[in-house]
């Protein structure tokens, strides 16, 4: 799919934001003394995983889940994609 | 966001309130220390959730395909529901107190803007 710069740049920060956000809640859970903001905490910490996963793939032309890639496998991207994505 | 001026989890604001009670169901310590205790956890994770709302809105006023921005519009409102879910849980803590506005003031804001209905554009 088309993304401007600006697309990527904001993709780029949520990315970011987000994997931050399911660390501090799944850290935060794991220390909570009360159960009910342990769960709480670690069923938004799992949202922010998911916005994650959307989010990458909305960097993925060919539309394919990204995560789980086989660990070596360097670039999940091959140079051709972009090349297709910038004409 | 008139309530994040409070800021309910800061261990400066004594809670002068008569119902002290309140506090103690909470299961906090009753002499705070420097380390972060729930109430102080979810308030930052609170503060996280505000700040993501704020950064997505933005985003998503510039995207620049349909898609996109409908992919970024659900995130948004997933984060907001996230944000209210805290809220929600934090109120019933009694960790989020808000006061009741005076029933006075209240009447006077309500007759105020009536009477401005008279500048309304449309018939």
Known sequence: MQLSTKDLHYLKDELSWELLA????????????????????????????QHYQILLN???PSGQPTMQSPAGTQSTYPASCWGNMQS | MQW????PS??????GTPSGGQQQQTGLPRVKGPE????DRINDVMATEKYLTTAYNIAVNEASTEQLYRTQ???????????????NLMHRKGWYKLD????????????????????????
Request: hydrophobic share 25%; glycine share 2%; net charge negative.
């Open chain 1, 22 to 49: 399911m660390k501090k809640c799944h850290h935060y859970a794991q220390e909570c003394q009360d159960p009910e903001i342990r769960q709480l905490l670690d069923r938004i910490g799992k949202i922010h995983q």
């Open chain 1, 58 to 60: 909305q960097l993925n």
């Open chain 2, 4 to 7: 994040q001026s409070q800021d």
């Open chain 2, 10 to 15: 800061s261990p400066y604001h004594p809670q």
């Open chain 2, 36 to 39: 972060m205790n729930d109430r």
């Open chain 2, 73 to 87: 519009m659900n995130l948004l409102n997933e984060l907001h529901q996230c944000q209210r879910d805290l809220f």
């Open chain 2, 100 to 123: 009741q506005a005076q029933a006075q003031d209240v009447y006077q804001t309500a007759q105020q803007f009536s009477n401005y209905q008279t500048q309304f554009p449309y018939s």
